[in-house]
């Protein structure tokens, strides 16, 4: 029914900034949490900020508190990713996620039910 839409990806240099967009293609479709994970080469998938759709309650990976800023925009069903002073171990295809229910924890992939196709994120040094 609905589709998840990366945009925003790039390539950029260490202390540059990004936004990444993830729209729903369905402006009615049922939202719990909408997010974002990355998964670097070599690496597993891991979280890195995620929002209630509801109530706005925002969490974020310890590693990019204070630099990413997670937002939504419910008329757009959309959710945005602001990524401020970026670092080369920033470097990872990041994947939009979401849960149209109540399924786990925002930290834990498991709880989604929805992906977009990635998009790809470089930063140099």
């Known amino acids: 029914q609905a589709q998840l839409v990366e945009s925003g990806g790039g390539l950029v240099q260490a202390g540059e900034s990004l936004r990444l967009s993830c729209a729903a293609s369905?402006?009615?479709?049922?939202?719990?949490?909408m997010g974002w994970f990355r998964q670097a080469p070599g690496k597993e998938r891991e979280f890195v900020a995620a929002?209630?759709?509801?109530?706005?309650?925002?969490y974020y990976a310890g590693g990019v508190q204070g630099r990413f800023t997670i937002s939504r925009d419910i008329a757009k069903s959309t959710v945005n990713l602001q990524m401020n002073r970026l670092l080369p171990e920033d470097t990872a295809v990041y994947y939009c996620?979401?849960?149209?229910?109540?399924?786990?924890?925002?930290?834990?992939?498991?709880?989604?039910?929805?992906w977009g196709q990635g998009t790809q994120v470089t930063v140099s040094s």
């Open positions: 996620a979401a849960a149209s229910n109540y399924r786990g924890s925002a930290y834990y992939s498991s709880s989604y039910n929805y």
């Open positions: 929002v209630t759709w509801s109530a706005g309650n925002i």
């Open positions: 369905d402006r009615t479709f049922s939202l719990y949490y």
